[in-house]
T-cell receptor
Framework: DTEVTQTPKHLVMGMTNKKSLKCEQH?????MYWYKQKAKKPPELMFV???????INESVPSRFSPECPNSSLLNLHLHALQPEDSALYLC??????????????FGQGTRLTVV | AQSVSQHNHHVILSEAASLELGCNYS??????LFWYVQYPGQHLQLLLK??????LVKGIKGFEAEFIKSKFSFNLRKPSVQWSDTAEYFC????????????FGTGTRLTIIP
């Protein structure tokens, strides 16, 4: 099973709302990622969790708050977002394997619209 | 810090033409290299990856890529493109050890004209 599942697929929220994006993988991967992708642009790294600890925060505004409750789950809590935060939010996971290196698997993404 | 550059921003080809998309990376250590494809409105899919061994790697849908260590390059090729190859193509790099940051290039938009 090489799948990363993200919910919801689409989300529309107001600027005063609080919402959460969820990501789940059952491949036993120990690294999980949040990326933000604007139309016709590459994914931009937001956060990396390694062994359930936040290892990289790419200077993301505090209105985005990641959480890794366990090794299979990754959440992104959203609060007081701006319209410019509208984008596709991608979750990924990766694992280092002997003789195979690292490979990241991506979910289908949550298309977020902030109104 | 690692970085990836893709020189071709938009490539337009006719069906059956040959394709080569450039990718250069900057990183001092051992890396894994990837090409991802994103069809319009869809998520990222892995086309192929290089870890070690044979520098010529074959992926899905008839794509291949060659890792040239001396040039820090990992160019994507396909001998004969199809209209269905129209998509955005991203090169990416991740360190083999330590930092788990997967870094993407800016992407190349490929348009195939029937």
């Amino acid at each position: 099973d090489t799948e990363v599942t993200q919910t919801p697929k689409h989300l529309v929220m107001g600027m005063t709302n609080k919402k959460s994006l969820k990501c789940e993988q059952h491949m036993g991967h120990r690294a999980m990622y949040w990326y933000k992708q604007k139309a016709k642009k590459p994914p931009e790294l937001m956060f990396v969790y390694s062994y359930e600890k936040l290892s990289i925060n790419e200077s993301v505004p505090s209105r985005f708050s990641p959480e890794c409750p366990n090794s299979s789950l990754l959440n992104l809590h959203l609060h007081a977002l701006q319209p410019e935060d509208s984008a596709l939010y991608l979750c990924a996971s990766s694992q280092e394997k002997r003789r195979q290196g690292r490979e990241a698997f991506f979910g289908q993404g949550t298309r977020l619209t902030v109104v | 810090a690692q970085s990836v550059s893709q020189h071709n921003h938009h490539v337009i080809l006719s069906e059956a033409a040959s394709l080569e998309l450039g990718c250069n990376y900057s990183y001092g250590g051992t890396v894994n290299l990837f090409w991802y494809v994103q069809y319009p409105g869809q998520h990222l899919q892995l086309l192929l990856k290089y870890f070690s061994g044979d520098p010529l790697v074959k992926g899905i849908k008839g794509f291949e890529a060659e890792f040239i260590k001396s040039k820090f390059s990992f160019n994507l090729r396909k001998p004969s493109v199809q209209w269905s190859d129209t998509a955005e193509y991203f090169c990416a790099v991740i360190s083999n050890f330590g930092n788990e940051k997967l870094t993407f290039g800016t992407g190349t938009r490929l348009t195939i004209i029937p």
